[in-house]
């Protein structure tokens, strides 16, 4: 079983929100985007990317053995990876194609793009399919774990060179700066991990507007006070809020109970 639970807000300073979540425990799906771009552009690309995935999903749980029977995998087949896992990489990837095509077709909408980060629960494995800097967490047994790794230029500079220190790069001009994003880019590189549940965990997914703010000790900590998926949600929102953030702050919790 799934208990999900999402919560989004606005913020204190932008306008619109271009944050998009979704959530479906009878499909097991859970998806964030923080959609970027002018005018409200991002807002649209976070919502197509994310009703992308919905449906491919969706028409996937309906008819389960639809797109293997007519060998319809247009982005590839990677044997290392589970069906639930091919399924999520070619989500993201029709995503993709939609947000650049319909980006062509209409000078406003120029140049948007998305984060986008998606999980799907078959059985006690979870599989979680991301592109940008929004994040999915794992809370289990006191231990707060990032899952997702971030498309970022701080990311990359410090995969680069380990012995920088991050502290020296907090206000750089330029670590926020995507180098991955969804109908951003022509090309887009859809990362998926798969791992195996135990039962009782915590699956925290997060925009930049949260995680920018709050760092993995307090995540932990509201992870650790909460039992509640919804009331875990809320206070991570209302505490990015708290600590001055921003941005549009989006947090979705989910806990997998096995049975």
Do not use: K
Request: charged fraction near 25%; hydrophobic fraction near 45%.
């Amino acid at each position: 079983m799934l208990r999900a639970h999402g919560v989004t807000d606005r913020g204190r300073v932008r306008d619109v929100n271009e944050d998009f979540f979704f959530v479906d425990e009878s499909l097991r799906l859970c998806v964030i985007a923080d959609g970027m771009g002018g005018h409200n552009a991002g807002e649209v690309a976070a919502r197509l990317a994310v009703d992308a995935v919905v449906e491919q999903i969706r028409r996937a749980t309906l008819a389960p053995r639809s797109v293997d029977e007519t060998g319809e995998w247009p982005f590839g087949f990677e044997t290392e990876l589970s069906r639930a896992g091919n399924l999520l990489r070619t989500a993201i990837y029709s995503a993709h194609v939609q947000v650049l095509e319909t980006s062509a077709a209409d000078e406003q909408y120029s140049g948007m793009g998305t984060t986008i980060v998606a999980a799907l629960l078959s059985g006690d494995r979870l599989t979680v399919a991301h592109v940008g800097d929004s994040r999915l967490y794992v809370f289990a047994d006191d231990e707060l774990r990032q899952v997702t790794l971030d498309d970022s230029w701080m990311a990359a500079t410090l995969a680069g060179d380990p012995r920088i220190d991050p502290v020296s790069l907090m206000h750089h001009p330029m670590r926020n700066a995507l180098t991955n994003a969804v109908g951003a880019f022509v090309g887009a590189d859809v990362h998926v991990v798969e791992e195996t549940l135990r039962g009782g965990e915590f699956i925290a997914m997060t925009t930049d507007g949260v995680h920018g703010v709050l760092d993995d000790r307090r995540i932990r900590r509201l992870l650790s006070e909460g039992w509640d998926p919804a009331a875990i949600a809320t206070n991570l929102v209302r505490t990015a809020l708290a600590r001055g953030s921003r941005d549009n702050c989006t947090a979705l919790v989910a806990q997998y109970l096995p049975g």
